[in-house]
């Protein structure tokens, strides 16, 4: 499956942005979802995963009552709404596919990486 992020960008601390991902290629409704994060200097970790149908979801705890992960099998999209953004929030944002279908929650899960999309959170 190939992945397009977008939705990234320059906001304060406080504010909100929503992240997308289109999927292509094999059936999207089949695969485990997620969002990883990368910051400079670390390693990339897990932000919030979701199962194939939606139904059940996983947060990091940093970023636990702020984000929230959901997907749209009809358009084969996947979306992070992001709220109370901080500034250790600023990573390279990527989405993922997984092997499975159930919750993605680990990069040993994924099989397919998208290009990733610059959050930066200003104080």
């Known amino acids: 499956v190939q992945l397009q992020a977008s939705g990234g960008g320059l906001v304060q601390a406080g504010g909100s942005l929503t992240l997308s991902c289109a999927a292509s290629?094999?059936?999207?409704?089949?695969?485990?979802m997620g969002w990883f994060r990368q910051a400079p200097g670390k390693e990339r970790d897990v932000v919030a995963g979701?199962?194939?149908?939606?139904?059940?979801?996983y947060y990091a705890d940093s970023v636990k009552g702020r984000f929230t992960i959901s997907r749209d099998n009809a358009k084969n999209t996947v979306y992070l709404q992001m709220n109370s953004l901080k500034p250790e929030d600023t990573a390279v944002y990527y989405c993922?596919?997984?092997?499975?279908?159930?919750?993605?929650?680990?990069?040993?899960?994924?099989?397919?990486w998208g290009q990733g999309t610059q959050v930066t959170v200003s104080s």
């Open positions: 979701i199962s194939w149908s939606g139904a059940n979801t």
């Open positions: 993922a596919a997984s092997r499975f279908a159930t919750i993605l929650m680990r990069a040993a899960q994924v099989h397919s």
């Open positions: 290629g094999r059936t999207f409704s089949n695969n485990g």
